[in-house]
T-cell receptor, first 111, second 113 residues
Framework: GQQLNQSPQSMFIQEGEDVSMNCTSS?????WLWYKQEPGEGPVLLIALYKAGELTSNGRLTAQFGITRKDSFLNISASIPSDVGIYFCAGSTNTGNQFYFGTGTSLTVIP | GEEVAQTPKHLVRGEGQKAKLYCAPIKGHSYVFWYQQVLKNEFKFLISFQNENVFDETGMPKERFSAKCLPNSPCSLEIQATKLEDSAVYFC???????????FGQGTRLTVV
């Protein structure tokens, strides 16, 4: 199956700092999705990307669909304590038969 | 409904017993995906459906796992003769069209003892 490499694996940052994380795939993707998961909950969709080069924002979150179609980036600006959680990227190829998931980035925000 | 509804939230089964999990996708969504999440947070794909048709079942351990999405009924994932290693959280997601945003349910935590 497709391999999605997500980095960094974990981040410890001060409140107010900006955060960047990324995902790379071994294959070309048609769709990139970014999720946040908190303990005991299901993943919550943050941003969906559908075109190479697309840059989409959702509040303090901004994500980009890489121009090679093999990577995606998520940035969080001015982090706050409620940003704590695990962030996952997910992508699908043109067949759309499944979404492949990254291994997650665990974010800790220190007040 | 407006959200993916999974039941039950928790399920405990003795080793060898059957487990059945349910998922009601968002109304109007044609695609359903099942994933297994274990302690390392890894999402393992199990199976996907396009309406009531199996779309991709390459992740299913076919000997003991089966799944259905029948019209006018919640989708189901059934595990016959559960094993300790089946303990995990099982998530269902749905999307309206091919390759579009997928929304997840709250999951079912299965514990096999």
């Amino acid at each position: 199956g497709q391999q999605l490499n997500q980095s960094p694996q974990s981040m410890f940052i001060q409140e107010g700092e900006d955060v960047s994380m990324n995902c790379t795939s071994s294959s070309i993707f048609n769709t990139w999705l970014w999720y946040k998961q908190e303990p005991g909950e299901g993943p919550v969709l943050l941003i969906a990307l559908y075109k190479a080069g697309e840059l989409t924002s959702n509040g303090r979150l901004t994500a980009q669909f890489g121009i090679t179609r093999k990577d995606s980036f998520l940035n969080i600006s001015a982090s706050i304590p409620s940003d704590v959680g695990i962030y996952f990227c997910a992508g699908s190829t043109n067949t759309g038969n499944q979404f492949y998931f990254g291994t997650g980035t665990s974010l800790t925000v220190i007040p | 409904g407006e959200e993916v509804a999974q039941t039950p939230k928790h399920l405990v089964r003795g080793e060898g017993q059957k487990a059945k999990l349910y998922c009601a996708p968002i109304k109007g969504h044609s695609y359903v995906f099942w994933y297994q999440q274990v302690l390392k947070n890894e999402f393992k794909f199990l199976i996907s459906f396009q309406n009531e048709n199996v779309f991709d079942e390459t992740g299913m351990p076919k000997e003991r796992f089966s799944a259905k999405c029948l019209p006018n009924s919640p989708c189901s994932l059934e595990i016959q003769a559960t094993k300790l290693e089946d303990s995990a959280v099982y998530f269902c997601a749905s999307s309206q069209f091919l390759n579009t945003e997928a929304f997840f349910g709250q999951g079912t935590r299965l514990t096999v003892v």
